[in-house]
């Protein structure tokens, strides 16, 4: 059965804190993403991989950074975190074949207080 | 780019038909997508159809797909509380197929 784990569901920092947020998945993927979920707006992409060490900017990458070392793990870095950034995060990953479908984890509520 | 837009609310009685609809503006479209999402998890992929079908049927959820009008919609038959959930439309593509674009998402609230 298809997994994506994500490393917390709820998270609190304080604002300026690094905060990382970690993504695990276990269908040999190649394909990574980090979304945040806001009301009203959807998704939105903030990076995304399509191979080890390989990343993409999506459409709201300002403030935040990724890595991605093993094929399994995408991580999401928030360098100095904002209260702006309060959101859902949603991991996600899928195969660059068939029908490209994607598979998400069950999010991250953080809150930067 | 590709933009996908869905009504933000719907509200059906328990055992109705309900129909989600979803209009996307790149017509070149690969796949298209319905995901659901229940309170405080992930997104689950409920289908998908190939932008050269009409229609996919699986259990109690039809999709169907107007290419011309670039119109999904997606329904539910004897729609149960249990489908209560925020649905999210999305398209795919051609020249980055493996990149989504989300709707906002439709709430579907389903009033026994």
């Known amino acids: 059965d298809v997994k994506v784990t994500q490393s917390s569901r709820y998270l609190v920092k304080r604002t300026g804190e690094k905060v990382f947020l970690e993504c695990v998945q276990d269908?040999?993927?190649?394909?990574m993403f980090w979304y945040r979920q806001d009301p009203g707006l959807g998704l939105r992409l903030i990076y995304f991989s399509y191979d080890v060490k390989m990343k993409e900017k999506g459409d709201i990458p300002e403030g935040y950074s990724v890595s991605r070392e093993k094929k399994e793990r995408f991580s999401l870095i928030l360098e100095s975190a904002s209260t702006n950034q309060t959101s859902m995060y949603l991991c996600?990953?899928?195969?660059?074949?068939?029908?490209?479908?994607?598979?998400f984890g069950p999010g991250t509520r953080l809150t930067v207080t | 780019g590709e933009d996908v837009e869905q009504s933000l609310f719907l509200s059906v009685r328990e055992g109705d038909s309900s129909v989600i609809n979803c209009t996307y503006t790149?017509?070149?479209?690969?796949?298209l997508y319905w995901y659901k999402q229940e309170p405080g998890a992930g997104l689950q992929l409920l289908t998908y159809i190939f932008s050269n079908m009409d229609m996919k049927q699986d259990q109690r959820l039809t999709v169907l797909l107007n290419k011309k009008d670039k119109h999904l919609s997606l329904r539910i038959a004897d729609t149960q509380t249990g489908d209560s959930a925020i649905y999210f439309c999305?398209?795919?593509?051609?020249?980055?197929?493996?990149?989504?674009?989300f709707g906002s998402g439709t709430r579907l609230l389903v009033r026994p």
């Open positions: 790149d017509s070149s479209s690969t796949y």
């Open positions: 999305a398209a795919s593509g051609p020249d980055s197929s493996y990149k989504l674009i």
């Open positions: 996600a990953s899928s195969t660059p074949h068939g029908g490209y479908e994607q598979y």
């Open positions: 269908m040999d993927h190649e394909n």
